[in-house]
């Protein structure tokens, strides 16, 4: 690779959340890595997101302003078009990123060439973990939460890992907040689905990654700080956005079943609250 060419490609998609994708982008420049492209997609955000980013950083990055919202991985699969790095790093504007961030990265590619994607460690802001990974989000699992309280069947967890742990293990996917992967994986496994909205696009891409043979990574010795929803929590369609993706990850009777998992057991517990009250 020729050094005006970039290493690394940040991909990062934003709807109306100005000040956190500030703190994000604050954190990935002050990380003063050289051979960096930065590509903002704004899903035309109406809290004058695309003014502020180009006040703030426009000779530093790339800002792509869309005249609608298209959705996540439909913006993302925009940035990854753009993208001229060897690597990717598609980033929620709502993460902050450590000085080290890119370096211990590029240790870890280096190290492991073959990997397909690679997720960090999530923390809450004040330093408390977050569930950084997600289990496969079957019926067996559904059951497993809901009728006999085990949560790390179906929630995101992290887990307990002092190296990195590959799906042999315990990952099945990381989190679409936080993914990095070589230009390598992205010709062999192709771009994001934009068969939806936002939500299960994440896990769909790491299903696709180990179908294809390559590792999904979790690395606890990264680790980054994420606000987690910044921008779901502002929509009014979220919950349609969950339904409609779960219905197409799974499929419809797959997704009905789950669901009758979930919601039977949801019943039971307001009728058993209703009589203590």
Not at 27 to 48: C, H, M, Q, W
Not at 60 to 69: D, H, M, V, Y
Not at 153 to 162: G, L, M, Q, R, V
Not at 196 to 210: A, G, K, P, S, T
Request: net charge positive.
């Amino acid at each position: 690779m020729t050094p005006d060419v970039p290493q690394i490609s940040v991909i990062i998609v934003s709807w109306n959340v100005k000040e956190s994708l500030c703190r994000c982008l604050d954190s990935i420049f002050t990380a003063k890595y050289p051979r960096l492209e930065v590509i903002v997609l704004d899903n035309n955000s109406s809290d004058g997101t695309a003014s502020e980013v180009k006040k703030k950083f426009a000779h530093k990055l790339k800002l792509i302003a869309n005249r609608q919202n298209l959705g996540f991985p439909k913006a993302v699969n925009q940035g990854l078009v753009a993208a001229k790095g060897e690597y990717f790093l598609i980033l929620n504007p709502d993460t902050r990123l450590p000085a080290d961030f890119f370096r211990l990265c590029l240790d870890f590619a280096r190290q492991n060439p073959g990997f397909g994607v690679m997720g960090p460690r999530f923390t809450d802001p004040d330093g408390s973990s977050q569930g950084s990974v997600f289990p496969e989000p079957t019926l067996v699992a559904a059951i497993r939460k809901y009728w006999l309280g085990d949560d790390s069947a179906y929630n995101k967890y992290t887990p307990e890992a002092s190296h990195p742990v590959s799906v042999n293990s315990s990952v099945n996917s990381v989190s679409g907040g936080c993914l990095f992967f070589s230009r390598s994986t992205m010709e062999k496994v192709g771009i994001l689905t934009e068969k939806v909205f936002m939500y299960f696009e994440d896990l769909d891409y790491c299903r696709r990654i180990h179908r294809a043979g390559l590792p999904v990574i979790f690395h606890p010795g990264i680790t980054i700080i994420h606000e987690h929803g910044q921008s779901a929590a502002k929509s009014p369609d979220t919950q349609k956005y969950i339904r409609d993706a779960g219905l197409w990850y799974h499929g419809p009777f797959k997704y009905y079943l789950i669901t009758t998992v979930i919601r039977s057991r949801q019943i039971i517990d307001k009728i058993i609250s209703g009589k203590r009250s």
